[in-house]
């Protein structure tokens, strides 16, 4: 039971990262970023291929930076031309990017299915009984400073209150000074490199294979539905309660399947009792 | 459309005609020659054409974004393989599959009604894992762990027979999709997924008609998977993953959506690109990721419009729903019994001004025909009736018990400065705002009670401050669409074509051209709407609401943004709708001349209260509506301001009680 809880308290809060950058993306460019998985599967690729002669901490770096330099490039490329149509647009188009991008990575690197190398050496310590390893641990340690970062970069900084006004009101915020394209390319990067750094959480605890960051984007999405879209705050909680209902599922149930009927349900209830997401604003 | 053959726009085979036979003979001439693997890859272009199909009819028309279509041709797939398994005999399991998918996707559908947009495609992602993971995955079969076989029917044994087969299947959707796109269910999907306001306001039900879209969605994916069951003979959970859902995506995208035509070519090329690289066959999938990514950004309207340009169809109203032609084409006569007007039939563009005065010459007949019978015994003098009537926003009354009437015959004014909350009160009557307190009644029913398309159904229409069209439409869509209300038939025999609704559309068509050519729209019938100036789009939207046959007429701002012709044109078509088709009105207006010249009776709001009431002339006296208008004091009341006319051409005095 305990076990289940640290599982799904780490899985969890990779999930609270990725549905952060998900709905950073969101309020930046008012896009359901489906490639977002992917841009970080990239730099799981280009960091896991580093690894064989860097340090994995440095190839891991390495990996995010090339995650968050994808994120700026599709920003100028793709999105930039459809971030003023309809959303549907840009759904499409993200979607069509994820598809290239796991693509490429199943035609570079195999479709076969791969572990990345422990991050701090094999080492584990026992915390309310249960064994956790070093590279559990500082999984978790990132994603909770790699949070708290952002959210303060967001709430204390300039750059943070343009983001805020960028999405509040374009014609507003470009009138005031700010310049709107720059923060949307300022969020894709920095939405981009947070995805590389779930990417490479979640591998070192699990497998991976091209596409499996769009599953746990799948997660990321009902995270942020959940939380309500436009709520940093409610992103990071929805991406915890995601995964813990997801290891309590699988705890009671046994059955990987019923995992997503899980995700499926929690997603349907919220947004049917409270279209606006539980900390989302009126407007859904 | 009208049951007889119309005269075909172009002289002669077009080219398109030419390349559809050649390909004919082509096909004729190979088919016998075709290898059993041609035939199997034929076959399976033919079923992923289907399902294509089902979902440009849910995202293409309807507008409802589907991420997990592939759940739902498993579905059927899945119902196939189990009648069949009961022994359920061969052509009653096709029909029983699609039946128990229609339900299905119904069903799926229900949050739809709830949410929209983004939020409702992540549903429907979590859905088809669901479906995928829990459904499909489970071991149906006790002696095989991949699925369950089909055992295909001696019927459709051979390579060839199945493929006649599938083609079938196909043509049978095709032709079903053809006669949706002519139904008011066809227009009514558009409508959905352009402006769920305006469909509304027409007297279209929304939410049903969500799961009308979702539930012929469900049959086109139930026929297509029946289909698939039989092709592969066996069924199993990795053929309707996730992957399969997001590639019909891709190709309704990359088709061009709502374009069945497009939806066709892409399904094919996705299809048949993998199976031609053969072993390359991992660039297709990347060949189609690439074109998803780039099309919406950089080629919107897909391949379609490539289809459409290169192969254009006889006439605009057999194109895909989506692409009105941007310009008019040469037309025969128009259809419709007998013209009541001389002269319509060889009008031409840019001759036609509606004939002015007193509306001579104007096709009113046929709008003026009976159009809804009234479930009321009594004949009413009041058709509307409000009091008490008080709004809150959030804390803030926005309207402070207001009261209202519009009798029979009369063309009441609602005027105010901004913020009066005009528009607030006519989104009461309307249905998009509840009262918190009041009453409305119309023609003696409880208004409130009501659902905004019941409203409109009942004869209450109105129109929109900001122009309530769907812009990418045609003039003459957005015209029959206003008049989904009176449609008469339903669902079946819209698709089954039957007499009665050949006979209703044709009316319906007529109607709109008479409503066209009373607002002078009539030469911009195929015209986009996006494309019109501003003015001609207002008389557009006029031209719907007329054709809705309304016994009241709610107008909010009619002449908005008009120069001062425009909207001296405008009030001599309202006069004439008044006049010839008796119709009544109630107008919101800022330009006060105007209002005196059409209206026998004045409300004037001010701050949600109503200030004043009377005719123009009393209005125009009465010195605290000078200064809720200029400012407190700013003027000696009303005396030549020229905040109203001296004496209003259409005031007719005093309101007298009594019919």
């Keep these: 039971m305990i076990s289940y809880l640290v599982l799904g308290l780490l899985t969890g809060s990779a999930y609270a990262l990725l549905a952060l950058a998900f709905v950073l993306v969101y309020k930046g460019t008012r896009i359901f970023n489906l490639a977002q998985g992917e841009i970080g599967g990239i730099g799981l690729y280009v960091a896991w291929s580093l690894t064989s002669s860097l340090p994995v901490p440095l190839a891991s770096l390495a990996g995010i930076a090339v995650s968050a330099l994808l994120g700026l490039l599709l920003e100028r490329t793709v999105v930039r031309r459809v971030v003023d149509r309809t959303p549907l647009a840009g759904l499409a188009a993200t979607l069509g990017v994820a598809l290239t991008l796991a693509y490429l990575e199943g035609l570079v690197w195999k479709f076969n299915i791969k572990t990345y190398p422990p991050l701090f050496g094999l080492g584990s310590v026992q915390l309310a009984g249960v064994t956790v390893t070093y590279s559990r641990l500082a999984a978790l340690g990132a994603a909770a400073a790699v949070g708290a970062g952002l959210a303060l970069f967001l709430s204390r900084t300039r750059f943070g209150l343009a983001v805020r006004a960028a999405t509040s009101d374009q014609a507003l915020a470009r009138a005031s000074g700010v310049r709107v394209d720059l923060v949307r390319s300022v969020v894709w990067a920095l939405a981009g490199g947070v995805s590389g750094l779930v990417a490479i959480l979640l591998a070192v605890v699990y497998t991976f294979h091209p596409l499996s960051n769009t599953f746990i984007l799948v997660r990321a999405m009902a995270a942020a539905l959940v939380g309500g879209m436009t709520s940093l705050t409610g992103a990071l909680l929805g991406g915890i309660a995601v995964g813990l209902v997801e290891s309590l599922v699988v705890w009671t149930t046994g059955v990987g399947g019923a995992m997503d009927t899980a995700v499926f349900l929690l997603i349907l209830l919220v947004l049917l009792l409270r279209p606006g997401g539980i900390l989302g604003g009126r407007q859904a | 459309m009208a049951g007889k053959p119309r005269p075909k726009a172009g002289r002669g085979p077009t080219l398109g005609s030419l390349l559809l036979v050649g390909a004919g003979l082509t096909v004729g001439f190979f088919f016998p020659r075709l290898s059993p693997y041609s035939l199997y890859v034929l076959a399976l272009v033919a079923v992923q054409m289907v399902a294509t199909l089902s979902l440009n009819l849910l995202m293409g028309y309807a507008g409802q974004v589907s991420l997990g279509q592939a759940a739902l041709v498993g579905m059927g797939a899945y119902a196939v393989a189990q009648l069949a398994a009961w022994r359920v005999p061969f052509p009653l399991t096709l029909l029983a599959g699609a039946a128990a998918t229609t339900a299905s996707a119904a069903l799926v559908g229900l949050p739809s009604l709830r949410i929209r947009g983004l939020q409702l495609a992540a549903t429907t992602l979590a859905f088809g894992i669901m479906a995928e993971r829990l459904i499909f995955a489970r071991p149906w079969d006790p002696l095989s762990t991949a699925g369950m076989s089909v055992p295909r029917p001696p019927a459709i044994q051979g390579d060839r027979a199945f493929f006649l087969f599938a083609l079938g299947g196909l043509a049978t959707v095709l032709v079903l999709d053809a006669s949706l796109r002519k139904t008011r269910f066809g227009r009514a999907f558009l409508a959905v997924r352009f402006r769920e306001d305006t469909a509304a ?5 929304v939410g049903l008609t969500k799961l009308l879209a979702y539930a012929l969605s469900g049959l086109y994916a139930g026929i297509a998977g029946g289909m698939y ?10 053929t309707f993953n996730i992957w399969q859902s997001l590639a019909y995506v891709a190709a309704v995208v990359v088709g061009g959506l709502g374009s069945w035509r497009g939806a066709m070519v892409a399904a094919a090329f996705f299809t048949g690109l993998p199976e031609l690289l053969r072993s390359h066959a991992v660039y297709a999938p990347l060949a189609g990721a690439v074109l998803l990514a780039l099309v919406p ?4 309207e897909g391949l379609g419009a490539v289809v459409d340009r290169a192969l254009p169809l006889p006439g605009p109203r057999n194109r895909g729903l989506r692409t009105p032609s941007p310009a008019p084409a040469p037309r025969g006569p128009l259809s419709g019994k007998a013209d009541p007007v001389p002269g319509t039939n060889s009008m031409k563009a840019g001759t036609s001004e509606p004939p002015d005065g007193d509306g001579a010459g104007v096709p009113v007949a046929v709008l003026r025909a009976p159009l809804r019978p009234l479930r009321l015994s009594v004949p009413v003098t009041t058709l509307l009736r409000a009091e008490g009537v008080s709004v809150t926003f959030g804390g803030l009354e926005v309207l402070k018990g207001l009261h209202l009437e519009v009798r029979r015959g009369e063309v009441v004014g609602l005027i105010g400065p901004n913020g009066a909350g005009k528009t607030t009160f006519f989104n009461v009557f309307s249905g998009f705002v509840l009262p918190r307190a009041g009453t409305v009644t119309y023609r003696n029913l409880d208004l409130l009670s009501l659902p905004t398309h019941a409203r409109a159904s009942l004869g209450l229409v109105r129109t ?4 309530g069209l769907c812009r990418e439409m045609s003039v003459l869509e957005n015209v029959l669409l206003a008049q989904y209300s009176l449609g008469r038939y339903g669902l079946l025999g ?4 039957l007499p009665r609704v050949r006979t209703q559309e044709a009316e319906a068509r007529s109607r709109a051209e008479a409503a066209m050519e009373v607002m002078g729209v009539l030469e911009l019938r195929d015209e986009k709407v996006s ?11 006029l031209a719907g609401a007329v054709a809705a046959g309304p016994a009241l007429l709610l107008l909010d701002e009619p002449a908005a943004g008009m120069d001062p012709g425009e909207a001296a044109e405008l009030a001599r078509h309202l006069r004439d709708l008044h ?3 008796g119709m009544s009105l109630l107008v919101i207006e800022h330009h006060v001349p105007f209002v005196a010249e059409i209206c026998n009776y004045v409300y004037v ?3 949600g209260e109503v200030l004043a009431e009377g005719s123009p002339e009393e209005i125009q006296k009465d010195p605290r509506v000078v200064s809720a208008y200029l400012g407190s004091g700013a003027l000696p009341a009303g005396q030549g301001s020229g905040f109203l006319p001296a004496n209003g051409r259409g005031a007719k005095g005093r309101r007298t009680t009594g019919a």
């Design chain 2, 201 to 205: 306001a027409w007297g279209i039900p």
């Design chain 2, 229 to 238: 069951a039989y092709l592969l003979e066996r069924v199993s959970a990795d």
């Design chain 2, 297 to 300: 950004g950089v080629w919107p």
């Design chain 2, 464 to 467: 929109f401050q900001q122009v």
């Design chain 2, 494 to 497: 819209g698709l089954a074509r």
């Design chain 2, 531 to 541: 494309s019109l100036p501003y003015g001609k789009q207002r008389l557009v939207e």
């Design chain 2, 579 to 581: 006049h010839e088709l």
């Design chain 2, 605 to 607: 709001l001010n701050e």
